[in-house]
């Protein structure tokens, strides 16, 4: 490839005059950006001990989604939903946008060269025809940034881009937990109605021993009525879990965006050892400073504090330049052979501010009050993720005692039935024993199921919420 190069040294002149005018602004007039002290406390109070199993002071943010969700199932539905979830989809377009937004301000700190050819013909009223052509190289109208106005732009366009970037990521984490959550409502009540199955067998079970000691002259009436209450409560039941699993596949195809195969799907609440690994805890609440969400509240401020730049630099002079250099002939051939004599022009221009009716103060003490207003809700998205977790950290502080509990509950009820029913069966103890245990057994059941879910998607919760889920990803 040939090397341009200008043919003539008049021409050549103008470039290192235009380059030290470019290089000339160097700074902004935009305050410094020091990060706020944390508006929360260093720790939170229900923060797990440094010696409980399975905690350390890792960051969950280190822990990548894939290592922490360990069904094969809903890693694959993950990262379906990943793909095609819609409103995931449109950020990510946000994204797009942002970056392209601010190469086109970034541009702004470059001059626009162009490279143009002309030719003119004309014919003077003395019958003359004369023929010109020109090749020009040069630059139109660029604005010198000496007080650093267009750097000051491109940092507020700059930021609103990493902004972005970072909501997309906190999309993400949002969406993985949303999935998950999704994914273990379908499969709690799919336990639900298998539970609600078995109980309206039991329950027919125990209305034909009624209806034949009845037909024996044991039982009475009311034993038999008493007997249908628990098997038609059971049937309802099976009936409304029945939809509400129809609606969370439907909830869970909304979210994951494409239709989903059965062996995808779970039959069961799967226990927290084949779900998920124990979530690392970093026990100081700077780890929130790296939540995606913070961080993108942090570039926003960022792009205002950038903004008071723009505003300042609206006191100052502009100076822009308009600079030409090129060949002129009567011959065309000759602008290429080096036989025309060469053109240039230089032609910078001053605009000095005055009078502007206050405009200025006015737009400055509108940045100004906007920073501040940034600078509010950039703590105040660390003291929601601080909440967040510190709720997350309040609910597994408990959880484990009541799943124990509840898990000894429904021990005790179980055989609390089966002794009663055995009494019952042999003479001993009334109907009414064995309706009331039937019942205590069943809610007790119902009970455990939430519980395991609420264990299950606290687990999740605290994960997202210490800022987990997209470590490795490269930047987008």
């Known amino acids: 490839m040939r090397k341009f190069s200008l043919p003539n040294k008049g021409v050549a002149r103008l470039l290192p005059i235009a380059g030290a005018l470019i290089l000339a602004g160097c700074s902004t007039l935009a305050p410094e950006y020091t990060r706020s002290e944390l508006p929360v406390a260093q720790t939170w109070e229900n923060a797990p001990q440094a010696q409980t199993p399975g905690l350390s002071d890792q960051q969950a943010a280190q822990v990548p989604w894939k290592s922490f969700i360990k069904d094969p199932r809903l890693t694959q539905?993950?990262?379906?939903?990943?793909?095609?979830?819609?409103?995931?989809?449109?950020?990510?377009a946000d994204v797009e946008a942002a970056r392209a937004t601010y190469r086109i301000q970034d541009a702004e700190l470059y001059p626009q060269i162009n490279a143009g050819l002309s030719g003119n013909r004309t014919k003077a009223s003395s019958g003359n025809i004369s023929t010109t052509y020109q090749a020009e190289v040069g630059l139109s109208s660029y604005e010198i940034d000496l007080f650093g106005k267009n750097r000051s732009l491109s940092a507020v366009q700059m930021e609103a881009y990493?902004?972005?970037?970072?909501?997309?990521k906190a999309a993400k984490i949002s969406l993985i937990g949303e999935i998950t959550s999704a994914w273990l409502t379908l499969a709690a009540d799919k336990n639900q109605l298998k539970l609600a199955q078995e109980t309206a067998t039991n329950a027919q079970k125990t209305m034909d021993i009624t209806n034949k000691r009845l037909e024996m002259?044991?039982?009475?009436?009311?034993?038999?009525?008493s007997a249908e209450t628990?098997?038609?409560n059971a049937r309802s039941d099976i009936a409304s879990y029945t939809t509400q699993v129809a609606q969370d596949l439907n909830a869970l195809r909304l979210l994951v965006g494409e239709q989903l195969d059965d062996s995808l799907l779970p039959e069961l609440l799967p226990s927290s050892e084949s779900l998920v690994t124990d979530v690392p805890v970093g026990l100081s609440s700077s780890v929130l400073l790296q939540r995606p969400d913070v961080l993108a509240a942090e570039h926003t401020l960022k792009s205002a504090n950038a903004n008071i730049g723009v505003a300042r630099a609206a006191y100052f002079p502009t100076l822009s330049l308009t600079a030409t250099g090129g060949l002129a002939?009567?011959?065309?051939?000759?602008?290429?052979?080096?036989?025309?004599?060469?053109?240039?022009?230089?032609?910078?221009?001053?605009?000095?501010?005055?009078?502007?009716?206050?405009s200025n103060?006015?737009?400055l003490a509108y940045t100004e009050a906007q920073q501040q207003k940034y600078l509010a809700a950039y703590e105040y998205t660390i003291q929601s993720a601080f909440s967040e977790v510190a709720d997350a950290l309040a609910r597994r502080a408990t959880i484990q005692e009541q799943l124990n509990s509840q898990k000894s509950l429904v021990l005790a009820a179980t055989r609390s039935y089966v002794l009663s029913l055995a009494r019952y069966k042999g003479g001993i103890d009334n109907f009414q024993s064995v309706l009331e245990a039937q019942r205590t057994m069943y809610q007790a059941n119902q009970s455990l199921i939430l519980t395991k879910q609420a264990d299950l998607e606290n687990r999740i919760t605290l994960y997202r919420v210490l800022g987990g889920g997209l470590a490795e990803e490269k930047t987008a």
Do not use: H, M
């Open 77 to 92: 539905v993950i990262e379906l939903a990943l793909k095609s979830n819609r409103s995931l989809r449109q950020t990510l």
């Open 162 to 168: 990493l902004s972005s970037q970072e909501t997309a």
């Open 217 to 225: 002259g044991i039982d009475s009436r009311i034993d038999v009525a």
């Open 230 to 232: 628990i098997y038609y």
């Open 329 to 358: 002939s009567s011959v065309l051939a000759d602008i290429f052979s080096g036989g025309a004599s060469s053109i240039w022009t230089l032609a910078p221009s001053i605009s000095l501010p005055i009078f502007d009716g206050g």
């Open 361 to 363: 103060d006015a737009n």
